[in-house]
């Protein structure tokens, strides 16, 4: 197995666990909120598609999908590039209205396809490059941030995950 491979699969995983996380919930249970300072199941899914969409067309010195690809038209939102809920405010969490659930994870599989599409055309010496970013020490590589934005998505639909199970409670994941 090669370390495109590898990541490919890892990436792979995060659509994979949405999918069983986001069946059969309706929209009340999309936007639903353990407490008024909670995240909801909708705004996390959204939240971590988004931060790897804008992470990897940075990577990758493209347009992101959701502008790109009309996506920010499908969940009702502005084609903000730079909305990706970082620093959303409870009140901000609250008014998010999440799309239905196919459109979610349609947009999660769009964007993890361009992502294992893009694995495969660097090399090994292109995980070593450093970016440009000084607010980080050391600075960050290709593969470190690579495996960040693995990292993000996985956290994220893990306390999806969560939630669901406040709100229906045990039973509803079926491996």
């Not at 999440?98 to 660097?122: C, G, H, I, N």
């Amino acid at each position: 197995m090669e370390w495109q491979d590898i990541l490919a699969d890892g990436y792979g995983r995060v659509p994979e666990m949405m999918g069983n996380v986001l069946s059969g919930l309706n929209q009340d249970d999309l936007n639903w909120q353990p407490s008024e300072d909670s995240n909801s199941i909708g705004w996390l899914c959204w939240h971590l598609t988004r931060q790897h969409d804008a992470q990897m067309a940075a990577l990758m010195g493209e347009d992101q999908l959701w502008v790109k690809d009309g996506w920010h038209a499908k969940f009702n939102r502005e084609p903000d590039d730079g909305d990706m809920g970082f620093g959303h405010t409870p009140e901000q969490v609250a008014n998010f209205k999440s799309p239905p659930a196919q459109t979610l994870l349609d947009y999660q599989q769009a964007v993890t396809e361009r992502s294992k599409r893009y694995f495969q055309t660097l090399s090994k010496a292109d995980l070593d490059r450093e970016l440009k970013e000084p607010m980080f020490q050391p600075l960050p590589t290709v593969g470190v941030r690579l495996v960040s934005i693995m990292d993000d998505s996985v956290i994220h639909a893990g306390q999806a995950a969560y939630i669901r199970g406040l709100r229906q409670g045990k039973g509803w994941q079926k491996y």
